[in-house]
């Protein structure tokens, strides 16, 4: 009696996969920017309603549902970075209105084509259904689950880097169309952020030392790098001038820990560092696929020393890229744990060509028990983290800040301004304030006999805001509550200093 074989095409299994993924995403999608490392979503939120207001005067019209009261020069270009993610993100609000889910859809758009090039990766270096395992490995893991949306650079640049990668392997086809992609993929990644200077940098490496590219090409790669870091610092000059420059590289050297002088740098050893993102690691892509990536290394090494390795050499690109941005940007890696983000596509297809092999090996002929295996894997990924990954997902830490610029935003006109009593609550809720108030909202601890000696302190504001549990001058307030009409909202205490009593 004949066994009954199901074939399922794997391109079917890939638009499932897809889909299933865009649904985990978009799961809590408008939830407000109060969760672990929302500080991004709130952060670009503002630089993203600025575009929207500046673009809606150059037109005339508003556009993105915002009208928002907007100073002239005010975040137009935020220099750290490359400009082109919240290009992104404006174009998003445009189209879909400015809210917390239209700037994390963007970045749920990039997630999913990332997987879709992680499949095509699969399948160019290995087979389809090493494609097929790679993307169900890599969006069962909580790396994936909460990041793959989060308003920030990693998902959008990693989601670059893969299909620059996908075609830079491709380029030995010689199809001229695919060679356009790929300088094009590559030019956005490098315009998106500093990590697609690294993978550039290893495709260069990778080309001379296996010479899978002529001199010219790497010459090539290379310029389009100079034109994109010549064509940042002529967008700092433009808007903010000569003296930026050197701001901008102190920036830069405080993030790699070279620059140690700046107040706000975390400091810690080289065993810190390398145990914190240890942790991370296991956290965020499970025990299970680190041991999978892991014996892929043991087994890549093995065949480069026969000299058959030639695929995982290749491969080698997406894990050191990422690997050595983590390495050379040590401060920031040390305080933002999705930064590892850039090891994801690595890691699926790693583990994924190693899950084909431990099952070949386990059951070479019988197809059913391979499908168990890799469901158990992929399952065991997505379970082993589980309660962790729901506390990221219900995290609202940052509810304060976002209370108050509620408070704010209601209480308040556009053009009014409000003075917060606490520069501690600032330091840690202001920007998630300033979001959500959507006005201007200045922090200072002020004493009474500051403002006896100058009553124009507070001349500018339309509220005094005094936190609950927070340090503050007393007198300070009792005085002000003399003078003025107040109104509490939970922890927060409104003086009116339009009412005078």
């Not at 620059?259 to 240890?278: H, K, M, Y």
């Not at 304060?400 to 330091?427: A, H, M, N, W």
Request: hydrophobic fraction near 50%; charged fraction near 15%; glycine fraction near 6%.
């Amino acid at each position: 009696m004949k066994r009954l074989k199901i074939k399922v095409p794997p391109e079917r299994v890939v638009f499932l996969l897809l889909f299933v993924a865009t649904i985990l995403l978009l799961f809590n999608i408008n939830k407000p920017f109060v969760g672990h490392h929302d500080w991004n979503g709130a952060f670009w939120g503002g630089i993203t309603r600025n575009y929207l207001d500046n673009l809606s005067k150059f037109l005339g019209f508003t556009i993105g549902n915002t009208s928002d009261h907007v100073t002239d020069g005010e975040f137009i270009f935020f220099y750290h970075y490359t400009p082109l993610m919240p290009l992104l993100f404006t174009f998003s609000a445009a189209i879909l209105g400015f809210s917390e889910m239209s700037l994390r859809l963007s970045t749920v758009f990039f997630s999913i084509i990332m997987l879709f090039f992680i499949y095509k990766i699969g399948e160019e270096l290995y087979t389809k259904r090493v494609g097929v395992i790679a993307m169900a490995l890599a969006m069962a893991t909580p790396m994936f689950l909460y990041f793959g949306k989060l308003p920030d650079h990693e998902p959008i640049l990693t989601s670059l880097c893969t299909i620059s990668f996908y075609f830079y392997i491709r380029l030995k086809k010689k199809n001229v169309r695919e060679r356009y992609l790929f300088f094009l993929f590559l030019t956005l990644t490098l315009l998106e952020s500093w990590g697609g200077f690294f993978l550039l940098g290893f495709m260069v490496v990778h080309s001379l030392l296996s010479s899978y590219e002529n001199r010219s090409f790497v010459i090539k790669i290379i310029s389009v790098g100079i034109a994109v870091i010549l064509f940042q610092f002529i967008l700092i000059i433009f808007f903010h001038g000569k003296e930026t420059l050197v701001t901008f590289v102190n920036y830069g050297l405080a993030r790699m820990s070279v620059e140690t002088s700046q107040s706000n740098i975390v400091r810690f050893t080289l065993p810190q560092f390398l145990l914190t993102e240890a942790r991370y690691l296991t956290i965020y892509f499970t025990k299970i696929l680190l041991v999978l990536s892991g014996l892929w290394g043991i087994w890549a090494l093995l065949r480069l020393k026969r000299g058959v390795g030639t695929v995982d050499l290749t491969l080698g690109i997406l894990f050191f890229y990422g690997a050595f941005f983590v390495l050379f940007f040590r401060n920031l890696s040390y305080i933002h744990d999705y930064k590892l983000y850039l090891l994801l596509p690595f890691m699926a297809i790693s583990g994924a060509w190693m899950t084909e092999i431990i099952a070949a090996r386990l059951f070479k002929k019988r197809s059913f028990l391979k499908i168990i295996i890799v469901i158990i894997l992929v399952v065991g990924v997505f379970t082993e983290r589980w309660e962790y990954l729901r506390t990221l997902i219900f995290s609202s830490f940052d509810r304060p800040g976002y209370t108050l610029g509620q408070y704010i935003q209601s209480l308040t006109i556009p053009s009014e301004k409000t003075l917060v009593l606490s520069e501690e609550f600032d330091r840690f809720y202001g920007v998630f304030v300033r979001y959500y108030a959507n006005r201007k909202v200045n922090s200072v601890d002020l004493r009474l006999s500051n403002l006896q000696k100058n009553p124009q302190i507070i001349s500018e504001y339309r509220y005094v805001v005094v936190v609950d549990k927070r340090p503050v001058d007393n007198s300070l307030v009792l005085h002000l509550r003399k003078t003025y009409s107040l109104t509490s909202f939970g922890d927060y205490m409104f003086i009116d200093l339009e009412k005078e009593l």
